[in-house]
């Protein structure tokens, strides 16, 4: 069964950061890009970021470049995404997806004073 748990997530001050982790099983994680979307309260999915199967490529949206650093650890299954610089924008659910569209069940960034 293809499994995916984000974690990380939380209530955070702007400019503040925090790092979301994604573990995975159930499929060759090593060998498939992954990627972080996420989803504003009433809004849809919005791409976020992308990283191939080695780690040796990323690419980000530009509301998030420069801020953002996605990562993978394939020895345990897990991806990562390091956010700095938070915006009250940046406010919403983040998924992690592998490349069938699979998600976990989300996990809630808040950035708020």
């Known amino acids: 069964e293809v499994q995916l748990v984000e974690s990380g997530g939380g209530l955070v001050q702007p400019g503040g950061s925090l790092r979301l982790s994604c573990l995975a099983s159930?499929?060759?994680?090593?060998?498939?890009?992954m990627t972080w979307v996420r989803q504003a309260p009433g809004k849809g999915l919005q791409w976020v970021s992308a990283?191939?199967?080695?780690?040796?490529?990323?690419t980000y949206a530009d509301s998030v470049k420069g801020r953002f650093t996605i990562s993978r650890d394939n020895a345990k299954n897990t991806l990562y995404l390091q956010m700095n610089g938070l915006k009250p924008e940046d406010t919403a659910v983040y998924y992690c997806?592998?490349?069938?569209?699979?998600r976990g069940q989300g996990t809630q960034v808040t950035v708020s004073s």
């Open positions: 997806q592998n490349s069938d569209g699979l």
């Open positions: 159930g499929f060759a994680f090593n060998n498939e890009v």
């Open positions: 990283i191939n199967d080695g780690g040796s490529f990323t």
